[in-house]
Structure formats: C-alpha cells, structure tokens
C-alpha cells in the first residue's frame, strides 16, 4: 500500500506560479514512476506529467509544456510540479499518482492522493 498526501494548492492570478508537492509513504516508492493529473469541475481527469523512477525521464501534456515542470527526490519520497505562467484554464483538482512504469493513462496508475485545488484568477 501507497499513501500520497498531495499540498501547496492554493489560489494565484495569471501568470503566477505555484509549487505542488507530493509525499509519499508505506511501501518503497522509489522504484515507481510518478504522475500528476488534474480534473476541472465537469470534465474527465487528464494528464499533466509523468516522471520515471530514475528521474531521468519526463513526460508531459501539450497544454502544458514549457510551463510546468516535475521533478523527484527519492530520498524524500516526494515528487513536485512546478507551475508557472499559470493560466485560468489550469484551474482544476491537482493529483498525484503512482505506477509500476511511466504511462499517461489513468488506468495505468495504482495509487493516487487527495488531491488539492489550483484556482487561477483572470
């Protein structure tokens, strides 16, 4: 068992920057790839990046490339998202996700936090 406490949500005007961040505890997690997806009040829950255990490589949504940037530290257990140049369309439920191999499906991933609100001010 995979628990993830997802924080650093919060509310910024356009064109700020927030920084998410993901703990995770119980079972090693060092060895799993890491997600980050989001879900906007009446749509589906998409993808936003991905990260292999190594680090090594990312992965991320069109809508958001050159904006947003993940990154891990396995010592910690913690994965981050980097958001800048934020847009009100990012506004949504941010969440994180663990799964045996880098995927950008949902279905690929086992376990997955709470979620915390990002709310983008025009």
């Known amino acids: 068992q995979v628990h993830l406490v997802e924080s650093g949500g919060g509310l910024v005007q356009a064109g700020g920057s927030l920084r998410l961040s993901c703990a995770a505890s119980?079972?090693?997690?060092?060895?799993?790839?890491m997600g980050w997806f989001r879900q906007a009040p009446g749509k589906e829950r998409e993808f936003v990046a991905a990260i292999s255990w190594s680090g090594i490589s990312t992965y991320y949504a069109d809508s958001v490339k050159g904006r947003f940037t993940i990154s891990r530290d396995n010592a910690k257990n913690t994965v981050y998202l980097q958001m800048n140049s934020l847009k009100p369309e990012d506004t949504a439920v941010y969440y994180c996700a663990v799964a045996k191999v880098v995927a950008r499906s949902h279905r690929d991933y086992d376990y997955w936090g709470q979620g915390t609100q990002v709310t983008v001010s025009s």
């Open positions: 119980g079972r090693t997690t060092s060895s799993y790839a």
